[in-house]
């Protein structure tokens, strides 16, 4: 089974720029997650999106994310502008259980 | 209070040593509760999941679960230098709204040295 693909690997953007991270998740899971990893802290849960429907976005901030899930099956995250504080690395998982959530290896976002 | 407390690394083992890594939770609909391992420059991996109480054993790694005090383990033992990573423990249950929400701990940093 392919795992669940990112990209990209990296990204260096001056504050106030845009970006945009792409997320392939594992065919036929309905449920797709995006989450901001801090280092040294534990993933946080942006957004959530059941097939193409979001079912929990009470962590993005909305004023600059923006995410979609179109036609069910690849997402994108947008940030716009950019901040110092959105360096991070960025996670897609998709989910077809209760507990088999398979992650990808992330967008590592550098924001200077 | 976060909904997810996991305690603070980093911890540092010799090689062969009992690894305990602990995380509690304040909210009772949370009813998957797993393990992930994560390396350096990578997503998390799922290494361990236990439904609702008790204990599960996976070779060298147990995951303990104890819904009435709100508190779950995962134990390496035999610890290996490959056992160094970051561990984070995840908790899923169905919300208000009836979708499935996943929450981690913060992560606990270990680092078994030959």
């Known amino acids: 089974e392919a795992g669940v693909a990112q990209s990209p690997r990296y990204k260096i953007i001056e504050k106030r720029q845009s970006v945009a991270f792409w997320c392939n998740p594992i065919?036929?899971?309905?449920?797709l997650y995006w989450y901001q990893q801090i280092l040294g802290q534990g993933p946080k849960l942006l957004i959530q999106?059941?097939?193409?429907?979001?079912?929990?976005d009470s962590q993005l901030p909305k004023d600059r994310f923006s995410a979609e899930r179109l036609k069910g099956v690849d997402s994108t995250l947008k940030i716009q502008p950019a901040k110092l504080e959105d360096s991070a690395v960025y996670l897609c998982?998709?989910?077809?259980?209760?507990?088999?959530?398979?992650f990808g290896s992330g967008t590592r976002l550098t924001v200077v | 209070q976060k909904e997810v407390e996991q305690d603070p690394g980093p911890l540092s083992v010799p090689e062969g040593a009992i690894v305990s890594l602990n995380c509690t939770y304040s909210?009772?609909?949370?009813?998957?509760f797993m393990w992930y391992r994560q390396y350096s420059r990578k997503g998390p991996e799922l290494l361990m999941y236990?439904?609702?109480?008790g204990n599960k054993e996976d070779g060298r790694f147990t995951a303990q679960v104890d819904k009435s005090s709100k508190y779950i383990s995962l134990f390496i033992r035999d610890s290996q230098p490959s056992d160094s990573a970051t561990y984070l423990c995840?908790?899923?249950?169905?919300?208000?709204?009836?979708?499935?929400?996943?929450?981690f701990g913060a992560g606990t940093r270990l680092a078994v040295h030959p």
């Open positions: 998982a998709s989910s077809g259980s209760n507990y088999g959530y398979t």
């Open positions: 065919s036929g899971h309905a449920t």
């Open positions: 999106f059941q097939n193409n429907g979001v079912v929990d």
């Open positions: 909210n009772s609909a949370f009813q998957y």
């Open positions: 236990t439904y609702s109480s």
């Open positions: 995840a908790m899923s249950g169905y919300f208000s709204g009836g979708y499935n929400k996943l929450i």
